[in-house]
């Protein structure tokens, strides 16, 4: 399959005359049953109409997804909702409000309005309205409903900028919107609303402290991603699966600061020293103490936008150069940190080294 490419002149906006033309094109794939790639503030999205089976199906065997992990429907206005879901939930009426659009998914109760292929078989159904310009016009010219996974083939990283998609997909979908890199470079934060208690079920850029100061009551973050011995399975069926795994070994890194660069400046000598081809994904400050093949640095330590927004970016390039091993240091898992390091900890296999 030949893929049409269509660059973004003014992703920020105003769109351009152009841009509108682009789009309503995109829009008219969509509607005809084609799968078009799109960026969103989050990753780029792997987009179909939600409301035809054959389109989700479609999106399925593009990214080689298993089809009973349920894809996000995204909307662009809140009119779009009513139909879709049994009721609003209040909660999700204070959400908007406040998130949306933007980088939050909620799962409420499907009306059936969606079909299955799309929610994977369940009674529920995952809605976000992003706030990417390109993304909602797209939605618009679509028909109103869009699922998109992350653009990435099953088990790659989440893609966070074109050139990504493009290595992903190129070939295997009717067109690529190119829009730039993601602002934020980390997928949504998945909210349930249809459970008996609210949670978190993917953290993201929205944390549970801003969920729960929106709501006025406690958000917890599903226990079975905290805890990788939790008898309970994750609720949402995409963090069952090992996802965002580079070819190289990631070993994260935690402790006091001095103590993680000392660690790491050993085991790389150790790592050099069988041969091993090493990467570093480090803080600012520490890059240039490590003697390694490949060195990313993102801000400060205490930064978990800048290293949120380098990381799958930085594992796709490693791969690139075949690092055989690649040490992260500890960013702070505080507010937006907790889904830096739940990502990390997924591409690593749910392991880490401690030091003091
Ligand atoms: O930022 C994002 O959310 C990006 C952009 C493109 O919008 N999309 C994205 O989609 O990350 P994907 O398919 O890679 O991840 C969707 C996650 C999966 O873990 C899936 O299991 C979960 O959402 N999910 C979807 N519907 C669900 C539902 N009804 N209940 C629980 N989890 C659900
Ligand atoms: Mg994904």
Request: aromatic residues 6%; negative net charge.
């Given at each position: 399959m030949?893929t049409?490419?269509?660059?973004?002149?003014q992703p920020e906006g105003?769109?351009?005359e152009?841009d509108?033309?682009?789009?309503?094109?995109?829009?008219?794939?969509?509607?005809?049953?084609?799968?078009?790639a799109f960026?969103?503030?989050?990753?780029?999205?792997?987009?179909?109409?939600a409301l035809?089976?054959?389109?989700?199906?479609?999106?399925?065997?593009?990214?080689?997804?298993p089809?009973d992990?349920p894809?996000?429907?995204h909307?662009?206005?809140?009119?779009?909702?009513?139909?879709?879901?049994?009721?609003?939930?209040?909660?999700?009426?204070i959400?908007?409000?406040r998130?949306?659009?933007?980088?939050?998914?909620?799962?409420?109760?499907s009306?059936?309005?969606v079909?299955?292929r799309?929610?994977?078989g369940?009674?529920?159904?995952?809605?976000r309205?992003?706030?990417?310009?390109?993304?909602?016009?797209?939605?618009?010219?679509?028909?109103?409903?869009?699922?998109?996974?992350?653009?990435?083939?099953?088990?790659?990283?989440s893609?966070?900028?074109?050139?990504?998609?493009?290595?992903?997909?190129?070939?295997?979908?009717?067109?690529?919107?190119?829009?730039?890199?993601?602002?934020i470079?980390?997928?949504?934060?998945?909210?349930?609303?249809?459970?008996?208690?609210?949670m978190?079920?993917?953290?993201?850029?929205?944390t549970?402290?801003?969920?729960?100061?929106?709501?006025g009551?406690?958000?917890?973050?599903?226990?079975?991603?905290?805890?990788?011995?939790?008898?309970?399975?994750?609720?949402?069926?995409?963090?069952?699966?090992?996802?965002?795994?580079p070819r190289?070994?990631?070993?994260?890194?935690?402790?006091?600061?001095?103590?993680?660069?000392e660690?790491?400046?050993?085991?790389?000598?150790?790592?050099?020293?069988?041969?091993r081809?090493?990467?570093?994904?480090?803080?600012?400050?520490?890059?240039?103490k490590?003697?390694?093949?490949?060195?990313?640095?993102?801000?400060?330590?205490?930064?978990?936008?800048s290293?949120?927004?380098?990381?799958y970016s930085?594992?796709r390039d490693?791969?690139?150069?075949?690092v055989?091993?690649i040490f992260?240091e500890?960013?702070?898992?505080?507010?937006?940190?907790?889904?830096?390091?739940?990502r990390?900890?997924r591409?690593?296999?749910?392991?880490w080294?401690?030091?003091?």
């Amino acid at each position: 399959m030949k893929t049409s490419i269509y660059k973004i002149e003014q992703p920020e906006g105003p769109l351009t005359e152009n841009d509108l033309k682009a789009i309503g094109e995109c829009g008219r794939i969509i509607k005809e049953g084609g799968l078009v790639a799109f960026p969103t503030e989050t990753v780029y999205g792997l987009g179909g109409d939600a409301l035809n089976e054959e389109s989700s199906s479609k999106i399925y065997s593009a990214k080689g997804r298993p089809s009973d992990n349920p894809l996000i429907v995204h909307i662009s206005d809140m009119a779009s909702l009513e139909s879709i879901v049994t009721d609003i939930p209040d909660e999700c009426r204070i959400l908007a409000d406040r998130f949306w659009p933007g980088p939050l998914t909620m799962v409420m109760k499907s009306s059936g309005k969606v079909p299955s292929r799309t929610t994977g078989g369940l009674d529920t159904v995952a809605v976000r309205m992003p706030d990417d310009l390109t993304a909602r016009q797209l939605i618009k010219a679509s028909g109103g409903y869009i699922a998109a996974p992350s653009a990435n083939i099953s088990g790659r990283p989440s893609p966070t900028a074109f050139k990504y998609v493009l290595e992903d997909m190129d070939g295997r979908i009717d067109a690529i919107i190119d829009g730039g890199v993601n602002p934020i470079g980390l997928e949504s934060t998945i909210v349930d609303l249809a459970g008996e208690r609210i949670m978190v079920l993917r953290p993201g850029f929205i944390t549970n402290e801003m969920l729960s100061e929106a709501l006025g009551t406690e958000v917890i973050t599903d226990p079975a991603l905290l805890d990788p011995d939790c008898k309970d399975r994750p609720k949402a069926p995409g963090m069952r699966y090992r996802h965002y795994a580079p070819r190289g070994e990631v070993r994260p890194v935690k402790g006091s600061d001095d103590a993680v660069s000392e660690y790491i400046v050993g085991e790389l000598a150790v790592a050099n020293r069988n041969g091993r081809k090493t990467g570093v994904f480090c803080s600012s400050e520490h890059a240039s103490k490590y003697d390694a093949d490949v060195i990313r640095s993102a801000g400060s330590l205490d930064d978990a936008s800048s290293a949120a927004h380098e990381f799958y970016s930085a594992l796709r390039d490693m791969d690139d150069e075949n690092v055989d091993v690649i040490f992260v240091e500890n960013f702070t898992d505080r507010g937006f940190g907790e889904a830096f390091w739940n990502r990390l900890l997924r591409s690593a296999g749910s392991k880490w080294e401690e030091v003091k």
